[in-house]
């Protein structure tokens, strides 16, 4: 543990990630010394800047190696998960990374005395259908047996410069004459941004959300799938068709995306699955304030920060004129 007039020690497992990245600089602007758990320590160089020299410290961790877990906890008076897959690749798998994964870093911060705060999603179910969501689920279960005071943050679907949403699509749009709405399209979202969930979780660091609990991260706005595309194709200038998917061939083109090994997949069949679900802030989270808002977090909007990353796809980047290029 950290003396009196040291600053607290946060270990960040994920921290170079999209989320991390953002969680690693909220806790560097409140002086916190920081820990980065990476695979790849040389990859995290990027993150040096976000703080003062000697503040941000990279060591190697793989939530499938136990020991190292420990060696990266030792020490920490606060440990922050942010490890998260999208779909799995070779051994990195969904219980692996996502379900044992957490069950090694919760058991390490109870065994260092460690507070622990979890990045979940909303939609992790234990008995849920998709595997992302389902191992979501055992990971939230196994947090909350070993550690009942850790904090659970659900955030929706994360949007900011680095997403992995936002600019698949923007970056399909520039090629292909139409973008696809995987099951009509109906899917709704709550937006968040990647910002407003760095500041929960250094809130959470701070001490100033209640222990064991709980909570729901949305932007202030629900949007449909069909409404997420639209306001891409709005900043970006471009003028695309919206064709339906149906989920039967929206799951084919998944499986098969995902047979071809050493790439990205566009799509994979657990995506599928997964939104046949809406992804939104639930009534019961919403009621109880387990949301940004009760936390004391004004969201920030789709149309307030969209525009500063996506302007690169238009036409002519950011020296695009009206939005009638294309």
């Known amino acids: 543990m950290t003396s009196l007039n040291q600053p607290k020690l946060v270990t960040v497992f994920g921290g170079s990630g999209f989320v991390g990245r953002h969680v690693v600089r909220a806790l560097a602007r409140r002086g ?17 800047p976000l703080g003062g020299v000697g503040q941000i410290m990279a060591v190697q961790a793989n939530l499938r190696n136990r020991d190292s877990v420990d060696r990266a906890v030792q020490g920490a008076d606060h440990v922050i998960n942010c490890v ?8 990195n798998t969904f219980d692996s990374v996502q379900a044992f994964g957490a069950r090694a870093v919760a058991e390490a911060a109870r065994a260092a005395g460690a507070g622990l705060t979890h990045i979940s999603a909303i939609g992790a179910d234990a008995e849920s259908d998709s595997d ?3 191992s979501k689920g055992l990971a939230e279960a196994a947090v909350s047996r070993i550690l009942p005071e850790a904090v659970i943050l659900r955030p929706s679907i994360v949007f900011g410069p680095e997403d992995g949403f936002f600019n698949k699509f923007a970056e399909m749009a520039r090629f292909a004459p139409a973008l696809p ?21 250094a809130r959470s660091v701070d001490g ?14 629900v949007m449909s799938f069909r409404e997420c595309l639209e306001e891409i194709l709005k900043i970006t200038y471009r003028k695309r068709a ?28 657990d995506q599928v699955t997964l939104l046949k679900s809406d992804n939104v802030v639930s009534a019961e989270a919403a009621a109880e304030n387990r949301t940004l808002a009760g936390i004391g977090i004004a969201p920030a909007t789709v149309e307030a920060i969209l525009p ?18 294309a």
Do not use: C, M, N
């Open 208 to 221: 100033l959300l209640v222990p064991g609990t709980v909570y729901e991260l949305g932007g202030p706005r």
């Open 132 to 134: 992302y969501a389902r």
């Open 181 to 201: 709405l995987i099951g009509g399209g109906k899917t709704k979202f709550q937006p968040v941004y990647v910002g407003d969930v760095a500041e929960a979780v």
């Open 242 to 269: 919206l064709v339906t998917l149906p989920w039967g061939l929206a799951s084919l083109i998944g499986k098969i995306a995902g047979l071809i090994p050493f790439i990205e997949p566009p799509l994979t069949s």
């Open 32 to 48: 916190y010394r920081i820990r980065v758990a990476v695979r790849r320590p040389d990859l995290a160089i990027h993150l040096q």
């Open 308 to 325: 500063s990353y996506l302007t690169r796809y238009r036409p002519h980047g950011q020296y695009s004129g009206t939005g009638s290029e």
């Open 84 to 91: 998260g897959i999208l779909f799995e690749s070779g051994r």
